[in-house]
T-cell receptor
């Protein structure tokens, strides 16, 4: 695997339902990041992990959002009781060091969430 | 507070024209500066980073610490440069993450 994989690519859900997204980073990367991107905006930081430890959470991440990286490999982002305002592209990225290694952060293709 | 500003939303030029995409930042400490690019229907990818001092696809970016700017430049734009461009400083320590600007759409017309 030479890239960051995200699953699913698209998710349509009804308001109030729970959704979970998965991210598989580049295997040798110890840092994993979640971002959210809405139309016309740059990616907004949500949270990041170093190995299995969640080191920072944005104020954007309400109590309905939770992220895990249980074994320091893949990560999941769960949104409970989805709201229409949660509709966005959710991006995952990984990097190899605190200062991003030689290639910077590598991004996945994202999961597009639509809440109807 | 950390802030990155890309003042323009759209830049439209003809092929062969020079391009300058502006980025200003307000950060504590010494952030590392990146430009990321997103071509149509593709994922975000690294274009260049300040520390490497490389020229990628003809683009360069000069860090001006006095003006806290990191403008992206290319002397002769090509149609394949049409994309969304994001300036993204990375902080240090507890702020060790990328913070993205709102991005600018570059449109290069034939």
């Amino acid at each position: 695997d030479t890239g960051v994989s995200q699953d699913p690519r698209h998710k349509i859900t009804k308001r109030g339902q729970n959704v979970t997204f998965r991210c598989d980073p580049i295997s040798e990367h110890n840092r994993l990041y979640w971002y959210r991107q809405t139309l016309g905006q740059g990616p907004e930081f949500l949270t990041y992990f170093q190995n299995e430890a969640q080191l920072e959470k944005s104020r954007l991440l309400s109590d309905r959002f939770s992220a895990e990286r249980p074994k320091g490999s893949f990560s999941t982002l769960e949104i409970q009781r989805t709201e229409q305002g949660d509709s966005a592209m959710y991006l995952c990225a990984s990097s190899s060091t605190p200062r991003s290694g030689p290639y910077g952060y590598t991004f996945g293709s994202g999961t597009r969430l639509t809440v109807v | 507070a950390q802030r990155v500003t890309q003042p323009e939303k759209l830049l439209s030029v003809f092929k062969g024209a020079p391009v300058e995409l502006k980025c200003n930042y307000s950060y504590s400490g010494s952030p590392e500066l990146f430009w990321y690019v997103q071509y149509s229907r593709q994922r975000l990818q690294l274009l260049l980073r300040h520390i490497s001092r490389e020229s990628i696809k003809g683009f360069t970016a000069d860090l001006n610490k006095g003006e806290t700017s990191f403008h992206l430049k290319k002397p002769f734009a090509q149609e394949e440069d049409s994309a969304m461009y994001y300036c993204a400083p990375e902080g240090t320590g507890a702020n060790s993450k990328l913070t993205f600007g709102k991005g600018i759409t570059l449109s290069v017309r034939p």
